[in-house]
């Protein structure tokens, strides 16, 4: 359970890097909101998750699914430049991660 927890931690952390870059500095109100509701949530999520979890590997799959999602989806929706070296840099990052949740213990 702490690690869906995890999992959804990130998904949000996603969310709220995304909104912080549609509020413009935070001049747009609802992207902000957004912001605020996701960050905490991801925090939270991640918080109640760290009760169960050893920090390395939780911190590096909620940071690498938010890294990785962010990237994914400014390429998809935003239009950020896609290449060949961002996606196996992202392709990276997922196997970093994987590989620190195998070497981990088990909880």
Not at 76 to 96: C, E
Request: charged share 5%; hydrophobic share 60%; glycine share 14%.
């Amino acid at each position: 359970m702490a690690w869906l927890l995890v999992v959804v931690a990130g998904l949000l952390e996603t969310g709220f890097a995304v909104c912080l870059k549609l509020s413009h500095g935070f001049t747009r109100l609802w992207p902000t909101v957004a912001f605020c509701v996701f960050a905490l949530g991801s925090f939270g999520l991640l918080t109640l998750a760290l009760r169960k979890l050893d920090v390395g590997p939780a911190y590096a799959v909620w940071t690498g699914i938010g890294a990785a999602g962010t990237a994914i989806y400014g390429m998809v929706f935003l239009g950020d430049i896609v290449s060949i070296l961002k996606i196996v840099s992202i392709t990276l990052v997922i196997v970093g991660v994987v590989g620190l949740q195998l070497s981990g213990s088990a909880h």
